[in-house]
Every structure is written in structure tokens, then in C-alpha cells.
């Protein structure tokens, strides 16, 4: 069973996140926690699938972020951030923390919050599916529940969110051609060919930064692109 904590010390605002994601996939347990304390505690000893959090809890102006410490020291479970901080200044903050994403309150509905939510299961599946395994000393390291943790011959990538998920859809079906109808199932917004490019134009950039000579990613014409199997060094 899927199990995810809501961390909201506002009751009404963490019964509404709970009845969200309930809607969203039946048979989810949620277990909601309204302290740092109590939060930190139970993610010791339970294994949760996704932490959906505030940043502040009560009197603790940044206890969300030292939860979000606490997590990444076990198993890095997965972090959705809804708070009423201004996402101008906290989303890089959260992203530097490997959080999955950054909501911001009074700035999104419920149809927002599931979508990012589902994405995180996905991509949870994702990590967890028998893919094609990644070979020791392959170039590109990459997790798709860790935001930002790209790495390119031990060097991080620098890439905005929806970019770094265009790049796990393409290494996860290295070698094969994934079309433009399923890179549009991994950005929120800008479902066109024209967006798509720009994305891929923009991981292109962020490799090369790092390695002149990046040519990893292919342009299959008409139908999408193609992350070229890793070539002997």
C-alpha cells in the first residue's frame, strides 16, 4: 500500500491535502502530523512513499526544512513543498534540498497539486521498474526522485525541473526513440513540439558547459529524440 505524510500543522489546510490525494489514486494510507517532532518521529519508522510538507509548523519558521534533512540522512523519500512562502525565493532553496517540487499556497487548485503528486508516483514506479540497468561506469548518473542529482562524469547538471524530467523520460529509454506525444506527459505546460525542442535545447546547453563535445542526445526527425547509448570513452 502506498503510504504518504501530510506535514501541516493548519488542520483544515492538511485535511484538504489529504482529501486531494485520496481523490487522487483510491487506497492510499495518509498519515497526518501537525509538529516537527511528531513528524520526525514517525518518518523514522515508517517507510513513507511521498512527504507532502509546510516549510513552517507552528512557531518553527524553518522546521520543514530540517525535516526535509532528516529524510534525505534515510531513504530519501520524496518531497512535495506547499507553502506560503513566496516561491520566488524558496523554490531554488528547496530544490538545493533535493525537495521534488514547490507549490505555493493561494497560487494553485486541486488539480495542480494531484498532477504533481501523480508525476512523483510515477516517477517513484519509474525508479523502481526493471530497466535497463545502468552500466558502473556509464557517464550519466541520474535519479528521478532527486531533483538536481544529474551528473555528467561527477559534475551536477545544471537544469530547471521540466528539463530535468525530459532528461529521465530520454536515459530511462536510452537507446530507443521517445516521441513527442510522451515527452508531453512529462511537462505541465507547453504541450508542443516547438516547447519540447526548447527543453532539449536547454539540456543540451547545461552538458555542454560541462563537456564541449556532448552529443548525447539525438533529433530523430518528425517523431522526438533519442538519448544515444553511452560510446566508449
Known amino acids: 500500500m502506498t503510504r504518504v505524510a501530510v506535514i501541516e500543522d493548519d488542520l483544515p489546510t492538511s485535511n484538504q491535502l489529504k482529501a486531494w490525494i485520496e481523490s487522487a489514486r483510491p487506497g492510499i494510507a495518509v498519515d497526518q502530523w501537525f509538529s516537527r517532532d511528531d513528524a520526525e518521529a514517525a518518518i523514522a519508522r515508517t517507510a513513507y512513499?511521498?512527504?507532502?510538507?509546510d516549510i513552517e509548523l507552528g512557531r518553527e519558521r524553518h522546521a520543514g526544512v530540517a525535516i526535509i534533512n532528516a529524510i534525505n540522512k534515510r531513504?530519501?523519500?520524496p518531497v512535495l513543498v506547499v507553502s506560503a512562502m513566496p516561491a520566488a525565493i524558496y523554490r531554488?532553496?528547496?530544490?538545493?534540498?533535493?525537495?521534488?517540487?514547490?507549490?505555493?499556497?493561494?497560487?494553485?487548485?486541486?488539480?495542480?497539486?494531484?498532477?504533481?503528486?501523480?508525476?512523483?508516483?510515477?516517477?517513484?514506479?519509474?525508479?523502481?521498474?526493471?530497466?535497463?540497468?545502468?552500466?558502473?561506469?556509464?557517464?550519466?548518473?541520474?535519479?528521478?526522485?532527486?531533483?538536481g542529482a544529474a551528473l555528467w562524469r561527477g559534475q551536477r547538471v545544471n537544469l530547471p525541473l521540466t528539463a530535468q524530467r525530459i532528461l529521465a523520460a530520454l536515459h530511462a529509454r536510452r537507446g530507443d526513440v521517445v516521441s513527442y506525444e510522451e515527452l508531453f506527459q512529462v511537462v505541465k505546460s507547453g504541450r508542443n513540439r516547438d516547447n519540447?525542442?526548447?527543453?532539449?535545447?536547454?539540456?543540451?546547453?547545461?552538458?555542454?558547459?560541462?563537456?564541449?563535445?556532448?552529443?548525447?542526445?539525438?533529433?530523430?526527425p518528425m517523431r522526438g529524440f533519442r538519448w544515444v547509448v553511452d560510446r566508449p570513452r
Open 75 to 77: 531513504a530519501g523519500t
Open 92 to 147: 531554488g532553496i528547496m530544490k538545493a534540498l533535493d525537495a521534488w517540487d514547490y507549490l505555493q499556497k493561494t497560487t494553485f487548485g486541486e488539480a495542480d497539486f494531484i498532477d504533481t503528486f501523480l508525476e512523483i508516483l510515477r516517477a517513484a514506479k519509474q525508479r523502481g521498474a526493471a530497466v535497463a540497468p545502468v552500466p558502473a561506469d556509464a557517464e550519466l548518473s541520474l535519479d528521478p526522485l532527486r531533483q
Open 196 to 220: 519540447i525542442r526548447k527543453h532539449v535545447s536547454t539540456i543540451r546547453d547545461a552538458f555542454r558547459e560541462l563537456d564541449a563535445s556532448f552529443d548525447g542526445i539525438e533529433n530523430v
Open 49 to 53: 512513499d511521498v512527504v507532502v510538507l
